[in-house]
């Protein structure tokens, strides 16, 4: 009775790499939908709104780094996707906690665009990055374990696999650590390593 | 010429999935757009924001255990799409019905959210579930009946199907009533019991 | 040279059909996150709550509405778009028009539901399931014309999905000119004669 | 080492694919959504309300001509897909980069209707389509340098892809300029050449 019901349900990674793109495709986007131009009352003229758009900068530094996350994140999936030769319910529902951070990833956006000095909105951040990695990793031992992957998956991939995640995630770890010298010092390491990652990759230890 | 009509429209599963992965993503992802951050006027220091953040806790409970609920159901009808051998024009319709109460779920989150103390707000959020389950419901029935489904879809399997849904919804309506002890006694109780369901699943009365 | 660029866009069905469900899935679902709950200050106990979400009854027909003519166009679509055997550049822009007036009708839901008794908003809201039908009607037409349809659409078909079209928009017509009794009258006439046809859908005459 | 990570990620056109539709259908619809109706305090009758739609009609040009600029570069990323044979991890990347670009226009686009009268608001906007068609540029050079086309794209199919976006781009700009002239002369050229575009496409030379 036990395997029974998994029969039922589960096991199509089609629907849930559609349900992924969806979701992610939603988010990517809601990101920018908070992106709010500046006040009508407060520009009189040209030189007005070019000052405006100017002092939206560091906001859509936000806004770009967490499209460049959740796009390393989407890749990062779609990896694992890809080596997996069926799914089960468990896995289905390791993917959509994964699903659930990538949903919550525009509010924490909207709260350190906001709060872009607090050192608390930043930390926030990061531990919304730290559960899309630890889902992740989970998803992939889970999965190795239960004998989900194609047989083409060497113990080598596997493992690749999994340094991945944890090196990308030591890496953000430290860059959330140089929030001691500033917001926008972590922001910028973050959006610079991803930039190089995304660049030189696969050459560099790769991010994920 | 009745048989007539029903030939050209409707009998894609594939696109009818397809139209109900965007809507969960979609709802999905909406729920959370709702979270608004803390008002900035009242934010002075880490501390306020903190704060303020904790202070948040029984509004994310609130849309987790909505993330939850609708993927429990986005698993409920993948695991019906599966076993459809085609669909007709009422199928699809029974299906657009349920999807109907998909997009309302942003709705009633929200109601709950606001109104986490008021037994009206609870009782419209069980509705909710109720119509999802009782759509999920006719749609296996119906398609039972208008022989819908595949060949290997066995007597067994069809009751298992059934049983997992009014099941389901026995427990949410007890989770409903037992806001007579207080809201938070209900949602506690659906969080827990869905996560045992997901956790525990397949081995537990099955949850749909 | 004039058949060259058509060779190198348009062409896909596959990815219009994706397209328009992605678009009819954010349609569909932003129709709801208009519907706000009562305001917060204005209730205080159980009873103002139960009376605020009576009151919402009106606007929340008005979706159902919405949706129901959603549904019901998403299903004229994917009829048409399963007897396409190829796309042109030509074709996919009918299409993009099509959803387009897809795209406003979350507005003229809005618009409705906020100026429920105003005649204006009842000749707007008309006016774009006008656009939607003549735009279908439109690329039935063109796709029969450039010989896009699969070779097994008789003429029989062809013209049952012209008449459908027609019909259906006779009386939407029919429907709107009533709102010179109230936009009640209206609203109730869609809503039922789209009920009916779904219900009794294929043996009336089909709507679309 | 440095080909090995490229195995695990990229290379699926299809979900990439799927991404893309996903992104532009929130996009696309996601643009009405800022369309907000007239304040319901400013109404007072039938002829007050059908006097603020009519006011509406500048800003409704300006969400016609984000829909049709959408569907244009829909249209081009479709065409580059499908002559892509696969993709790898920078092509990837370089298709977030332009899905970045995707996701940005309803800011635009929101910016140049709030803005109708502004020069900054139109270059701004500009800016946003000179990045999408700069980063479908770059997109289709890198795939012809790096081999991943289709065997059967001839050097003049390339040559015409590449000739099309530069050819666009030019009149963009154009358009851009003519704000000089006022910022409606500039959006009736862009409205009025899309149109020519698509309607006598491809007897004249193609847009993206």
New interface residues.
């Given amino acids: ?12 990674i089609e ?1 849930l ?3 992924s ?13 908070d ?1 709010h ?1 500046p006040v ?1 009352e407060a ?1 009189h003229g ?1 030189a007005d ?2 000052h405006a ?1 100017l002092a939206m900068a560091p906001q859509i530094v936000a806004y ?1 780094m967490s ?1 460049l996350t959740l ?1 390393i994140f ?3 999936q ?2 694992q996707l ?2 997996f030769s069926r799914s089960n ?2 896995l ?2 390791i993917h ?1 906690a994964f ?2 951070a990538v ?2 990833m ?2 924490s956006t ?2 350190l665009a ?2 872009i000095l ?4 930043l930390i ?1 951040y990061w531990a919304n990055i730290l559960l899309l990695g630890a889902v992740l990793f989970v998803s992939w031992r889970y999965a190795r374990r239960a004998r989900l992957l194609k047989d083409d998956v060497s113990r080598e ?1 596997s493992c ?2 999994e340094r ?1 995640i944890t090196g990308a995630q030591a890496l953000y770890a430290l860059g959330a650590m140089f929030c001691y010298f500033g917001n926008y010092v972590s922001i910028a390491f973050i959006v610079v390593w991803a930039y190089m990652c ?1 660049a030189w ?3 560099l230890v ?1 991010l994920e």
């Fill in positions: 009775m036990a395997m029974f019901y998994n029969q039922i349900t589960g096991g199509s629907r790499a559609a349900l793109d969806g979701i992610f495709a939603v988010a990517m986007t809601l990101l920018v939908l992106l131009g009508r520009i040209e709104l070019r758009l770009l499209f796009g989407w890749n990062g779609q990896a890809n080596h319910q468990r289905t529902w959509l699903l659930f949903s919550i525009p509010f909207r709260l906001e709060y607090f050192r608390t909105a926030a991939i690749a696999m991945r995304i990759y696969p050459q790769p």
